[in-house]
């Protein structure tokens, strides 16, 4: 059983930024692609950044490239999402996801989400 466990999010002012982590247990990162998604109220759940299994591929949505960066710590079992020049228009519940295949393409496991609000 795979858990993942967000943490990091808060409000933070436009033009901040702030850091999104999320912890693993039951099988380690190094097994599995992993990313973020966000969900804003009123709207559907969106993609916003993945990370291949091997680390060498990386994905954003057009929403966030060049502001937002996702990475892995090997040795801490997680996965970042450094958000950076973030705009009120990434308010919104962030959800770490995660895949056994070497690509996130479809997410099999979920964490429970943090918020994230910022401020104009």
């Known amino acids: 059983q795979v858990q993942l466990v967000e943490s990091g999010g808060g409000l933070v002012q436009a033009g901040g930024s702030l850091r999104l982590s999320c912890a693993a247990s039951g099988r380690t990162f190094e097994t599995m692609s992993m990313g973020w998604f966000r969900q804003a109220p009123g709207k559907e759940r969106e993609f916003v950044a993945s990370?291949?299994?091997?680390?060498?591929?990386?994905a954003y949505a057009d929403s966030v490239k060049g502001r937002f960066t996702i990475s892995r710590d090997g040795a801490r079992n997680t996965v970042a999402l450094q958000m950076n020049k973030v705009k009120p228009e990434d308010t919104a519940v962030y959800y770490c996801a995660a895949s056994r295949g070497a690509v996130l393409t479809t997410p099999e496991y979920w964490g429970q989400g943090t918020q994230v609000t910022v401020s104009s």
């Open positions: 990370l291949s299994r091997n680390t060498i591929s990386m």
